[in-house]
């Protein structure tokens, strides 16, 4: 089975920095797509970077956001640069096997249990 376990979820203020990370067990990082969601209340999952051998993002952080992955320590992070107020929400880390393509919820079979980050205007 795979395990995921999110981290560095805070409260900060508007134009501030925070690094999301999250530990991969039960399988290794170099068999698995991995990727970042989030979620508002009252809003659907949504879709915010997912990394193979490269990375791609949601039009919504505006290149805000970097994505990475260290296989040796089974571990991706999610480097968060100049937060806004819309940046708040619960952020997810999920996996799926192999290299796929995907940037919907329900393609993903493994998902952390979430980091509440917040800011503040």
């Known amino acids: 089975q795979v395990q995921l376990v999110e981290s560095g979820g805070g409260l900060v203020q508007a134009g501030d920095s925070l690094t999301l990370s999250c530990a991969a067990s039960g399988r290794a990082l170099s068999s698995l797509t991995m990727a970042w969601f989030r979620q508002a209340p009252g809003k659907e999952r949504e879709f915010v970077a997912r990394i193979i051998w490269d990375a791609l993002y949601a039009d919504s952080i505006k290149g805000r956001f970097t994505i990475s992955r260290d296989n040796a320590k089974n571990m991706v992070s999610l480097r968060m640069n100049s937060l806004k107020p819309e940046d708040t929400a619960v952020y997810y880390c999920?996996?799926?096997?192999?290299?796929?393509?995907?940037?919907?919820?329900?393609?993903?079979?493994?998902w952390g249990q979430g980091t509440q980050v917040t800011v503040s205007s």
């Open positions: 999920a996996a799926v096997g192999g290299t796929k393509y995907f940037t919907k919820s329900q393609n993903y079979a493994y």
